[in-house]
């Protein structure tokens, strides 16, 4: 059973930058294709990012084109969220998860195994 641990949350000014990771173990996630979520408190969780397992295809939420970067490095069995431009609004557990085939990439209902989240907290 794959285990995905979320690291890289924190607090950080408006305007600042994270990088987030997620590290794979217990199966290898070469073959499938991943995403970042994120609920903020009275929210519903929500699509923020995903990639193809190959890493040639990319899907971002309109809150994150231009500011966040999915990417993954297949060898390390790790996935990435690059944020830069951080908005107060960004402020959210962070969470990432590996899809399942069959649906579209932004539908939360296509992913299947997730990690336990991590806190980005953006001050104004």
């Known amino acids: 059973q794959v285990q995905l641990v979320e690291s890289g949350g924190g607090l950080v000014q408006a305007g600042g930058s994270l990088r987030l990771s997620c590290a794979a173990s217990?199966?290898?996630?070469?073959?499938?294709?991943m995403g970042w979520f994120r609920q903020a408190p009275g929210k519903e969780r929500e699509f923020v990012a995903a990639i193809s397992w190959s890493g040639g295809m990319t899907y971002y939420a309109d809150s994150a084109k231009g500011r966040f970067t999915i990417s993954r490095d297949n060898a390390k069995n790790t996935l990435y969220l690059q944020m830069n431009s951080l908005k107060p609004e960004d402020t959210a557990v962070y969470y990432c998860?590996?899809?399942?085939?069959?649906?579209?990439?932004?539908?939360?209902?296509?992913?299947?195994?997730w990690g336990q989240g991590t806190q980005v907290t953006v001050s104004s």
């Open positions: 217990g199966r290898t996630i070469t073959s499938y294709a």
């Open positions: 998860a590996i899809k399942s085939p069959g649906r579209t990439a932004t539908n939360i209902k296509a992913y299947d195994s």
